[in-house]
């Protein structure tokens, strides 16, 4: 069944609005737990119950993470929600901040509940203005409503909820770049230790967790987390927002259980375009490594079938590739990416990134000499895992499962200055 | 980046602050200042530099970024290391309409090289260019994050997705 957790209201017109939310039960949840003062202990187990795991990418058990905060420990304690969405071929934060702001606001009270934090921040990047302001107005009905604010429902519990808008740097999406963001300075990844749970934002006890994750609480707590864990599979908790795009008829986002056949999705979003035959999909974003099509017809989409296959789910999007494609060029072009948006502060991301996309494009253009491949493979290795946060290893992947999967274009490119595809 | 955080304070906070800004803008960058902290006023670095772009024709100046500096008690260099760290913030004149291409991969396998290549003639300036009447700035952007409706761009708030030739006629011709 599709669309049953933070797509289960986009059948109403504006769901959008307050009053909607509302009828279809919207922050009945939240009231029930602050009228009969759940244990937070109890929403954490259930969260844990419920075998979500992080959807900005990196698949780490929401549950677990909250457990890491020491709730009793005096001090403030903030839940900050990561809606930075700038992996290339996301796009479903997007969507649920433009179609059901309710349900992430109720899911951050709740979030804030459990773990004892009393203020949270929502980070929009600042090219999604549109949904920023459906997020505002949103924040405004609530705290009329008295959903923000202070004691709220009289139950003594305080939390109060704002946004705050980037301005344009991939890396802010890595949490403790987009703490340092909100702390008014570059965007700069910290080293961890310490993790934010301990030292997070203004040095206090922070959970940070990506949008999609923190809108799907409030329906893990109405219909339990074990309910929610059977929507998929083994390991996969639930069901995820796949954004899918590329050379395919009706691309968009698509809620669908975990674990649901990668053909059916490519079905739902219309198939190939133009009829055309699919070469590779990238699964979970660029920073995954490709997967050549017919290997991807036949896999499911939870995290371990795509982790087997030797890439990643990410944070679900899916860009399909059509056989028009030259994988030399595409590669390029993400190589470009992690080259710009390296923020420069570790030797090896960002003279690599750099390196990487200056030999990938001589490829490109017919100046690639022979020794080539075996250098862009020696950079990689010497690249992935030697920098202060994952950025490093997303631009080695995509170029790592570039060449196990389709070096021979990359050779033909260097031998005969041109491509073998156009 | 150590254990300890504390706000990156100047020697002498600014006494002066309401001759900096007009009452409107002040107006707002106090709003957002009031969402932080107290001791924090440095957080609303990034929208303050925002605004005070918007009202400025769409860049920032070593002299407006000292004001933003002024106000939020910040030491100068801070503040230009947030307006150089950021794509979003511009630190040369721009034309009225910024018109920011995606061409990354979604969007590239979509044909935004023929959408740059339309814009480019079109327009008579280059990616990082300005028209020469100053009515246009072209900009080459990462991902927006809208790649269901590639190839896209964005000029000023807004997304425009889908984007063919005649699209775009329409679009610019729609603008003020
Ligand atoms: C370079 C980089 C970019 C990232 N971008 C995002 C992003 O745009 N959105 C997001 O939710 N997580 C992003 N992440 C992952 C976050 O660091 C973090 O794991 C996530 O927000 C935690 O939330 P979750 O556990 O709910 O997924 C990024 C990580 C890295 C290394
Ligand atoms: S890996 Fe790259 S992006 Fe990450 S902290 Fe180091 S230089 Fe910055
Ligand atoms: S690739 Fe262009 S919006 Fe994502």
Excluded at chain 1, 11 to 17: A, E, I, K, Y
Excluded at chain 1, 19 to 43: A, C, D, H, N, W
Excluded at chain 1, 206 to 231: D, R, Y
Aim: proline share 5%; with cysteine; hydrophobic share 35%.
């Amino acid at each position: 069944m599709a669309n049953e957790v933070c797509f289960r209201n986009m059948d109403q017109d504006r769901p959008w609005l307050l009053e909607q939310y509302r009828s279809r039960g919207g922050y009945e949840v939240l009231t029930r737990i602050l009228r009969e003062k759940t244990p937070p202990e109890s929403i954490i187990n259930e969260v844990k119950a419920s075998g979500l795991r992080g959807r900005g990418g990196a698949g780490f058990p929401t549950g677990l993470k909250w457990s890491f905060i020491a709730r009793n420990a005096p001090g403030q304690k903030y839940v900050v929600c990561n809606s930075d969405e700038g992996e290339p071929g996301t796009f479903k934060d997007r969507d649920v901040l433009r179609y059901n702001p309710h349900q992430l606001i109720e899911g951050m009270v709740i979030a804030g509940y459990a773990i004892g934090a009393t203020r949270g921040y929502n980070y929009i990047r600042g090219e999604f203005w549109e949904p920023y302001e459906r997020f505002e107005a949103a924040l405004e009905e609530a705290r009329a409503a008295g959903f923000l604010g202070r004691d709220l429902m009289g139950s003594g519990f305080d939390f109060e909820l704002h946004s705050h808008l980037g301005a344009g740097a991939y890396i802010c999406g890595e949490e403790t770049a987009l703490l340092e963001s909100i702390e008014g300075k570059k965007g700069q990844p910290r080293y961890k230790p310490p993790f934010p749970a301990h030292f997070g934002l203004y040095g206090q006890p922070t959970i940070i967790n990506n949008t999609e994750s923190l809108a799907s609480i409030p329906v893990i707590m109405e219909k339990g987390g074990q309910w929610f864990k059977e929507l998929g599979v083994e390991n996969s908790g639930g069901s995820k927002l796949f954004s899918i795009s590329g050379n395919i008829k009706n691309p968009g986002v698509f809620e669908i259980p975990l674990g649901t056949p990668f053909a059916e999705l490519l079905e739902m979003a219309g198939g190939m375009k133009n009829g055309s035959k699919i070469k590779a999909v990238i699964p979970g974003g660029s920073s995954a490594p490709i997967i050549p099509g017919e290997q991807m017809m036949q896999l499911t989409m939870d995290y371990d079938a795509i982790a087997k296959a030797g890439s990643m789910l990410g944070s679900g999007a899916v860009i399909v590739l059509d056989d028009r494609n030259c994988m030399v060029k595409v590669l390029e072009r993400m190589s470009y990416f992690y080259y710009e948006e390296s923020c420069g502060q570790c030797t090896p991301c960002r003279e690599g990134t750099g390196w990487l996309y200056r030999v990938v494009h001589r490829i490109e253009t017919g100046h690639g000499r022979p020794e080539d491949l075996a250098l862009l493979d020696d950079m990689t290795t010497k690249i992935a895992g030697r920098t202060i946060c994952a950025l490093g290893d997303a631009a080695a992947m995509p170029v790592q499962g570039m060449l196990k999967h389709f070096r021979e274009e990359f050779e033909y490119h260097i031998t005969h200055k041109r491509c073998l595809v156009s | 980046m150590g254990f300890k955080n504390v706000p990156m304070s100047v020697a002498k906070p600014s006494v002066n602050k309401e001759s900096l800004f007009s009452p409107e803008l002040r107006a707002e960058i106090d709003k957002w200042i009031a969402k932080y902290p107290q001791e924090w006023r440095q957080s609303a670095v990034m929208a303050a530099l925002m605004l005070v772009q918007e009202e400025n024709g769409g860049y920032l100046t070593t002299d407006l970024m000292d004001k933003v500096a002024a106000y939020l008690d910040m030491a100068p260099i801070a503040v230009y290391e947030v307006a150089s760290f950021y794509s979003m913030y511009e630190l040369k004149p721009v034309g009225k309409h910024k018109i920011c291409v995606c061409t990354n991969v979604s969007c590239m396998i979509n044909g935004s090289d023929q959408i740059v290549e339309y814009l480019e003639k079109k327009l008579g300036a280059k990616l990082g260019q300005s028209s020469a009447d100053g009515r246009y700035t072209l900009k080459e952007v990462e991902c927006l994050g809208a790649c269901g409706g590639a190839p896209m761009f964005q000029i000023g708030n807004k997304y425009y997705e889908n984007l063919t030739p005649e699209l775009i006629d329409s679009i610019l011709a729609g603008l003020e």
